[in-house]
């Protein structure tokens, strides 16, 4: 076996356990999602939703909807539904009254700090001994990833039918959507490429990068 062949080969390896691992921490990170959803008496939906209105301080309907891929309509119920709980308000711009706003209340923050503040700490002592330019490199990595999960399950929305079709209809919609995903991949592609070059993202999704 030649030099670059085992090269080749080695790295095939390393990308596939990298693609195992990926697998593996989203499972995880979904299990704390739903544990901590479960605590808060909430749906998995409401909270993507909440957790999108904490990072952003505050956020509009509209914005929301963007964010989570849900319609406007979905997401009026969310917020009624958060507001309800005490997790969440409305708020009007102190500039112009007319536009809202939803922001997290105290409660959330508060146990927010009490939940995820351990995963924080922990995780800083886990890293604590990785040297900066590696967390520089695994923030680009993740935001890259949820870049390109972010566009494909943009576009894997547009086929899906709820409850709609038969197996055989699914099965041709994936194949659908596989087929455009293999027309469009060189642009999703370089789009990836402009998400990893930046050194000041818009977001941790990467949504300063557009296919074209």
Sequence with gaps: MDQETFKSREKTRI????????????????????AHAALLGINRTDGRCLDIIHRSGRITAGELAIESGLTTGAVTSVIDRLESAGYARRTRS?????????????????????IYGQLGEIGADGMRAMPEEDMVLVARFLRTSAYMNRTLSDLLREYAAPGGLDPTERLRAAKNFAARIKREKAAIRDAMTRVWREDDPDGPSGKSASVE
Excluded: C, H, P
Excluded at 94 to 114: I, M, P, W
């Design 15 to 34: 990308f596939d356990q990298l693609i195992a691992a990926i697998r593996i921490s989203q499972n995880a990170s979904d299990m704390m999602d739903e």
């Design 94 to 114: 102190e500039s112009d009254r007319r536009k809202v706003y939803v922001e997290v209340t105290e409660l959330t923050g508060t146990l927010a700090t009490l």
